[in-house]
């Protein structure tokens, strides 16, 4: 088994200790939304972006939104309460904070942060989705859970996420 296998058993391991339930859709990898579009069609529910960013600082910061929204950079350190303007973390840092690699961004990665450095921030008009769905730890499938379960599972790993309307 490999790691990323491994890992993603433990992460359903963790749903069921959890009482969380999901449903898990296998597909062709997808790098970037663009790429997922047709995958999309035919799994109900909000589909998301997630953006890796770190400040000025060096606090980092993962920001999950639909993957149609406009999110204005140049802003959006004001909304998060960063320090100073927001850039993308490099692919190294996010392999070794929250365990994927780029195009397998998702907010399950919460369960390789067991320092707690990352800031999940989640878009309110995200969450106006009953549904969500996201990478389960790789981009060779999606997984669906309920966005009140997002939010257990995220404080259940100890990123109590920040909500706050990112997208214009």
């Known amino acids: ?94 392999e070794e904070v929250w365990g994927v690699k780029p195009g397998s961004v998702t907010p399950f990665g919460a369960t390789a942060d067991g320092e707690g450095r990352v800031t999940v921030v989640l878009d309110a008009a995200m969450l106006a989705h009953e549904v969500l769905n996201y990478h389960p730890l790789e981009n060779t499938a999606t997984t669906s859970i309920s966005r009140d379960d997002l939010v257990v599972f995220l404080k259940a790993t100890g990123h109590d996420p920040l909500v706050v309307p990112v997208s214009g």
């Open 1 to 94: 088994m490999t790691d990323i296998a491994a890992r993603r058993a433990a992460l359903f391991q963790l749903f069921e200790t959890l009482g969380i339930r999901t449903t898990t859709h296998e597909h062709e990898a997808v790098f970037t939304v663009a790429e997922s579009r047709h995958v999309k069609e035919s799994i109900p529910g909000g589909h998301t972006k997630n953006l890796f960013l770190k400040d000025k600082k060096g606090r980092l910061f993962l920001v999950v939104a639909l993957g149609d929204a406009v999110i204005d950079l140049k802003k959006l350190h004001e909304v998060i309460g960063a320090s100073g303007r927001l850039s993308f973390g490099s692919g190294e840092l996010l």
